[in-house]
């Protein structure tokens, strides 16, 4: 269930968009954290870690979302806290 995503270099600083809120990041091990709006897919979540940890090879710790043939597949829940990690 390895996802890909981008390796950020960003501080902790809150960040709020009208699909997520960035809750922080933790350049240590390569996680980030962040809550999503209602409607907010896997496919978006995918996108945006890769994006925030600097690779497509990424994964969600609490399996939310995994890859499957075609792409990224899950049922996130709005406001709840999701983390994903570089491998």
């Known amino acids: 269930m390895i996802l890909a995503f981008f390796v ?3 501080s902790a600083t809150a960040n709020s968009h009208e699909n997520y809120t960035q ?3 933790t350049p240590v091990n390569n996680c ?3 809550t999503v709006g209602s409607g907010t897919g896997c496919a978006w979540m995918g996108n945006y870690c890769a994006n ?10 609490d399996s939310v979302c995994t890859y499957q043939t075609g792409g990224c597949v899950g049922n996130p829940v709005a406001g709840k806290t999701y983390s994903c990690c570089s491998v």
């Open 8 to 10: 950020a270099t960003a």
């Open 23 to 25: 809750v922080g990041i």
């Open 32 to 34: 980030i954290q962040f």
């Open 52 to 61: 925030q940890v600097g690779t497509f090879n990424y994964y969600f710790p």
